[in-house]
């Protein structure tokens, strides 16, 4: 879980090596009036290579940073958490069943996701008797606590951040739990369809408003800028 914030370091590192190496080609190519060589120069491979690397270096951390989130220690939602709405992810518990351990794979009281995240814990829903029977009957045992994991336990009423592609078998099975919209996190509309997610929103009305602020505020900037 914390090997995260040490991929934005590496990045960084990465993007000054970018730099430097730059300016070593840089001043390898000006012309000068007098230069003392001490030992060979550079090949061009060996100039080139390691820039190379770094350029591709570069490149897969902006494409991770794109495609997944990154847990901040300040702000747990990180910088690019958006719910499904299209705004900021908002908290889905922080205390489940009263056990002081907070939901989410990052287990800070949020839906976000990341790389190591393969299951996609996106979903923020409101766990009943009926799902949770349903998810030990295809192998997924929510009800019995795992300590070693941070995993408390789940009874009917607990909030929890379900994985997205389990959230959508119990859909296609008639029992998917109740959600929240605005807790839930946007790689779950790689599963289930924004209107499916709302028919089961326990925030609709909540929801519903906001969407329409946003509509009203875009109408108010697409005729500023008409």
């Known amino acids: ?6 991929q934005r370091t590496t990045s960084a590192a990465c993007s000054a090596a970018v730099y430097l190496a730059a300016l070593v080609c840089f001043l390898h ?32 951390a902006f494409d991770d940073e794109a495609d997944d989130d990154e847990p901040e220690t300040t702000d747990p939602t990180g910088p690019q958490s958006v719910n499904v709405l299209g705004t900021p992810l908002k908290p889905c ?18 839906c976000s996701t990341g790389e190591q995240d393969l299951g996609r814990h996106t979903v923020c829903v409101q766990v009943t008797d ?39 078998q119990a859909y296609q ?28 929103a326990l925030d609709k009305e909540e929801a519903d408003q906001r969407l329409d602020d946003l509509n009203e505020q875009r109408e108010r900037l697409k005729k500023l800028l008409d």
């Not at 099975?173 to 089961?200: C, I, Y």
């Open 93 to 110: 518990c922080t205390d489940v069943g009263g056990s002081g351990i907070g939901t989410g794979f990052y287990r800070n009281g949020y």
């Open 1 to 6: 879980m914390m090997l995260l914030p040490m």
């Open 29 to 60: 190519t000006v012309p000068v009036v007098s230069f003392h060589v001490v030992s060979p120069p550079p090949t061009q491979n060996q100039l080139f290579n390691p820039i190379a690397k770094c350029l591709t270096c570069l490149h897969m």
């Open 130 to 168: 009926d799902f949770l029977q349903f998810s030990q009957a295809v192998g997924n045992d929510l009800s019995t606590p795992v300590p070693q994991y941070m995993f408390p336990g789940l009874k009917e009423g607990d909030i929890w951040c379900l994985c997205a592609q389990r959230w959508a």
């Open 173 to 200: 099975n008639g029992k998917a739990p109740k959600l929240f919209l605005q807790a839930t996190h946007e790689k779950t509309l790689d599963f289930a369809s924004f209107e499916v997610l709302r028919e089961f």
